[in-house]
């Protein structure tokens, strides 16, 4: 994706203590994600199955704990997803000359997902990318995780597909250095990360995990 | 015609604009990319779809080349 020898997003300079990200650091950060869900799910679980066979009366906490072992991880997928969502002033009269510009930036399928969704898809070497306005969601070899960056620029004066199009030419210069520069929201399986993001949104998704799955799985 | 843009509230501007690289024009471009650059603009080159390049200097082949922000994790 990167086109000189070694391009380095200047971004970098604002977080020189962040090691630059990479496929292997990418995994690991799913695989503590996981780790941290099973730790959020099965202790909350096991008390609810506990408590109900040393006490059926006791069901009504049990329930308690059951919902605590549910909500906890929709929760943080929630504010995941959240990256993605549309957010800040909508800028209508600009709006069409950044699609424009944006479109011509992109491939005429991705365009039109775009168009639909509000997310960019862009393949890397990472993975696939959903780029939104305030954020993109990457989607490693196989989709079966979805990775969830907060990343934008802080004009928030621009139109949606301007602050798109700065996300995708950034990502374009230095995918690395890109994860590195975003701030990690969630990682987390892809069907949970469906069901928070907007119903307009869910077909960018669908068709991130096609493209994903077309790459030779990770693992993650 | 090779452009140089800015993505702002616009949606983007002409900043300039030039034919060869001979001319004023081409000159009057590389002073107004050295003065976005100033103002904390980034320059870059788009090379197709999923390549693009970060350019310090305003460069004579391009066709096109954008200036944006920098972006920031959230």
Known sequence: ?220 | MPRLIRMDHTGHSTVAQWRGTDGVDFEAAVEAFRRELDAGYIGVVPEGEGRAAQVTELPAGADLVIMRRPIAGG
């Not at chain 1, 690991?28 to 059926?56: D, H, I, K, N, Q």
């Not at chain 1, 969502?85 to 069409?96: C, I």
């Open chain 1, 1 to 220: 994706m990167a086109t000189a020898a070694e391009p380095v997003l200047p971004e970098l300079a604002a977080v020189a203590w962040r090691k630059r990200a990479s496929r292997d650091s990418l995994r690991a950060w799913g695989r503590l994600w996981t780790v941290w869900t099973v730790m959020s799910v099965v202790p909350f679980s096991a008390a609810a199955v506990g408590l109900f066979v040393l006490e059926p009366l006791s069901l009504p906490v049990g329930i308690a704990c059951l919902v605590h072992a549910w909500i906890i991880p929709e929760l943080y997928a929630y504010r995941g997803v959240g990256v993605v969502r549309p957010k800040g002033p909508r800028n209508a009269r600009a709006e069409p000359v950044a699609q424009g510009l944006l479109g011509d930036l992109l491939g005429h399928e991705a365009r039109e997902l775009q168009r639909r969704t509000g997310l960019a898809l862009e393949r890397g070497a990472l993975g696939v990318w959903l780029v939104g306005e305030a954020g993109a969601l990457l989607l490693p070899p196989g989709g079966r995780r979805v990775n969830c960056f907060c990343v934008g620029t802080r004009e928030r004066e621009l139109p949606p597909s301007d602050r798109i199009a700065h996300l995708l030419l950034a990502l374009r210069t230095d995918e690395e250095g890109f994860a590195t520069v975003a701030n990690k929201a969630f990682s987390g399986a892809a069907w949970r990360v469906r069901r928070r993001l907007p119903r307009t949104q869910r077909p960018a998704l669908e068709a991130g995990r096609a493209e994903a799955r077309t790459s030779a799985p990770s693992g993650t």
